[in-house]
């Protein structure tokens, strides 16, 4: 069964761009996470998608915002990039709500210069 | 306070020691509790999960609960070089029904 796939898994990107990342869960799966991770403030979530409805909201602001397909596939964009959006972005897959298991893919690693 | 506490380290113990690695959360409202081991460089890979208070055993790892307290371990029994790594200790809140990690323990195993 193959796992939670996340492309690319390397992104260099200057000051004022935009980026989408993508996300496909494990066969089965209907809910995605997104987490951005740094040395500094650690796991911090951003959003979660169930059945293509955004469930929960992190702290962030808009300029990140994310999506999901019919099929589960998740995608999550940051607008206007900046520097302190260079991060380790993680995106997690869980069967369904009440199933409280998570699993990672490996990961986006997004550089801003 | 962190809605999930971790000592941050480093924490180091001898090649065949047992590991100790102590959480405590806020939300006494959370039902699921999770450790994720996460490599340098790596993603986060869950390794055990608890949902009730005691003891859960899965190898050389045990988990332990007490919600009263609110306070979560796992202990790595017979420690080895490879276990070296963070690990997160991770909660499911209650309220938001979203995953909250602690900082996470980087712990290190000396051969």
């Known amino acids: 069964k193959a796992g939670v796939t996340q492309t690319p898994r390397y992104l260099i990107k200057t000051r004022g761009q935009q980026v989408t990342l993508s996300c496909s869960p494990i066969s089965g799966h209907r809910s995605v996470s997104w987490y951005q991770q740094t040395p500094g403030q650690g796991l911090q979530f951003l959003f979660e998608y169930f059945s293509e409805t955004q469930r929960n909201k992190g702290n962030f602001p808009g300029r990140f915002s994310g999506r999901q397909f019919s099929n589960s596939r998740s995608e999550m964009n940051v607008s206007t990039l900046e520097l302190g959006d260079s991060a380790l972005y993680l995106c997690?897959?869980?069967?369904?709500?009440?199933?409280?298991?998570?699993?990672f893919g490996q990961g986006t690693r997004l550089t801003v210069v | 306070q962190k809605e999930v506490e971790q000592n941050s380290g480093p924490l180091s113990v001898p090649e065949g020691a047992i590991a100790s690695l102590n959480c405590t959360y806020s939300d006494r409202g959370s039902q699921s509790f999770f450790w994720y081991r996460q490599y340098s460089g790596k993603s986060p890979e869950l390794i055990m999960s608890?949902?009730?208070?005691g003891d859960k055993e899965d190898g050389r790892f045990t988990a332990q609960l007490n919600k009263a307290s609110q306070y979560v371990s796992l202990l790595i029994r017979d420690s080895q070089p490879s276990d070296s790594a963070t690990y997160l200790c991770t909660i499911l809140s209650g309220s938001a029904r979203q995953l909250t990690f602690g900082s996470g323990t980087q712990l290190t195993v000396l051969p």
């Open positions: 997690a897959s869980r069967q369904g709500q009440a199933i409280t298991e998570a699993f």
């Open positions: 608890i949902y009730s208070n």
